[in-house]
């Protein structure tokens, strides 16, 4: 049985940090304007950062020494938490202190990446409260917090959000257990929000097994589902076609450069459009990132500082 690397989750995963509450209505922010990005013929490469330890940016610093274009089309930002407030009893939006620095710093942290040509998503991960996707008890509290998460998305100029069901602890706090209704109501409201927007999904956890409810099956709302299980193969169980899936997950610096490259060549030989990365850190990981870039596209990878 594969263990999930979990040190991704060491500190996004606990809440020191103050809270922020999103105000509906807030005014959006405007995001810069894409420049045409160099034509890459291959999979979708993702990058999740966790930003507790790393700078988003430096999903920006590579690119294919074949081209120029840019190694990663997307790149995550580990993570957003869903909180539990047991005043009100009702999931909201957090972000520790690190998440909300990128944010507050979009012009700096998320807009360079964007003017590339890069997609910037947040991920929203369970936290150790009770509150998870698949445990709303009412389509308007789903619905609520699809619209908190829909007003984080124009409010910093987003892409779009990633879900990661995990750490939620259903039953802490007095909440309830997974329920086959609660994920299929979040997702349908923030589609129905974030038109033209990314929303991806970490395919683990009780809300991942829930997509179907009342007759709607919201596998076609999401752009992208992936492995979560870095070093592996696993094909994600979402009716999405192969271009939106990725089998595919490695951990830079971690997972070998062989099975990386594997992996890729798989990717490419079985017809599927996407490649998961998880800790793009600060260091140069040329070596390692070209593993996989001479299997997707045909080219070495050149890191610029």
Known sequence: MFTLVRS????????????????????????????????????????????????????????LANGGGNVFDVAVVFAANINYDTGTKAAYLHFNENVQRVLDNAATQIRPLQQKGIKVVLSVLGN?????????????????????????????????????????????????????SSFVHLVTALRANLPGKIISLYNIGPAASRLSYGGVDVSSMFDYAWNPYY??????????????????????????????????????????????TYNLDGADRSADVSAFTRELYGSDAVYTP
């Open 8 to 63: 991704r989750l060491r500190t996004a995963a606990v809440a020191l940090s103050a809270v922020v509450a999103l105000a509906f209505g807030g005014t959006a922010a405007t995001g810069a304007s894409a420049a045409p990005a160099a034509v890459k013929q291959g999979p979708t490469s993702v990058a999740y950062v966790e930003v507790n330890n790393n700078s988003v940016r430096n999903v920006g610093k590579y690119t």
């Open 128 to 180: 150790h409260q009770g509150a998870g996707f698949a445990n709303f008890p009412s389509q308007q509290q789903a619905s609520a917090f699809a619209r908190q998460l829909s007003d984080a998305v124009a409010r910093y100029g987003l892409d779009g959000i990633d879900f990661d069901d995990e750490y939620a602890d259903y039953g802490n706090n007095g909440t309830g257990q997974p329920n086959d």
């Open 231 to 276: 070093g592996t193969w696993q094909v994600p169980r979402v009716a999405l076609p192969k271009a939106k899936l990725s089998p595919a997950a490695v951990e830079i610096g971690r997972t070998s450069r062989s099975t990386a490259a594997d992996l890729a060549r798989r990717t490419v030989g079985e017809g599927y459009g996407v490649y998961l």
